[in-house]
């Protein structure tokens, strides 16, 4: 079964430390991984897609398939980061998006 | 000038009671999706529309039904809500590019079931 798995539900850093936000897929196809997030009173949206290999606002994530994880990684962290965070999978054969459980990054002055 | 709009924006309604979501998009997308999110399991697919005669269950659809009235409208309907549907419900679009294409996400409805 495809399946998401973000193991923090809550992480918390300083400003400046590196953040890093750990996501597993379980998927026997191909896999097509994203990250979105929600900052507070906003929307979800779009933060970032593994096929890109684009860095946003300083996130980066690389896709692992040998270990089947897609983690989010920003070297500084900065208190505007502070929000909603959900790792998702793309079911190519489907067209649809499954999500992980989602984890809350506060960022500590 | 939201992309995709969702009303109510809250609600409280009562066990029993039969309640509608609604959603619209100026995308010009195809597909259209609702999910819910609830504290610690993320975001759950109710139904989804790849177009007006196309509607598919998720993976949470019981207890749930939707119409699409246009390729810009997409409802959701609790017929006899009960109180484990209280939860925060959103309405996304996304094109036909595959599923690399950006979804594009409503600003949630709160429902809220006593």
């Known amino acids: 079964a495809q399946r998401v798995t973000q193991p923090e539900k809550l992480l918390s850093v300083f400003k400046g430390a590196p953040v890093e936000l750990k996501c597993n897929y379980s998927y026997s196809g191909s896999p097509e991984l994203f990250w979105y997030v929600q900052y507070s009173r906003q929307r979800l949206q779009l933060l970032l897609r593994h096929i890109s290999r684009e860095s946003i606002k300083g996130f980066t994530a690389d896709l692992n398939k040998g270990e089947t994880s897609f983690h989010l990684k920003k070297p500084f962290a900065q208190e505007e980061d502070s929000a909603m965070y959900y790792c998702?999978?793309?079911?190519?054969?489907?067209?649809?998006?499954?999500f992980g459980q989602g984890t809350r990054l506060t960022i500590n002055p | 000038d939201a992309d995709v709009t969702q009303t109510p924006r809250n609600r409280i309604t009562k066990t029993g009671k039969r309640i509608m979501l609604e959603c619209s998009q100026t995308?010009?997308?195809?597909?259209m999706y609702w999910y819910r999110q609830d504290p610690g399991l993320g975001l759950r697919l109710i139904y989804y529309?790849?177009?007006?005669?196309?509607?598919n269950k998720g993976e949470i659809s019981d207890g749930y039904s939707v119409s699409r009235q246009a390729q810009a409208k997409f409802s959701l309907s609790l017929e006899s809500a009960i109180p484990n549907q209280t939860a925060l419900y959103f309405c996304?679009?996304?094109?036909?590019?595959?599923?690399?294409?950006?979804?594009?996400f409503g600003q949630g409805t709160r429902l809220t079931v006593v």
């Open positions: 998702a999978l793309g079911l190519r054969g489907a067209q649809k998006l499954v």
């Open positions: 995308k010009g997308h195809d597909r």
């Open positions: 996304a679009t996304s094109g036909t590019g595959g599923t690399n294409t950006e979804a594009f």
């Open positions: 529309s790849f177009d007006v005669k196309d509607i």
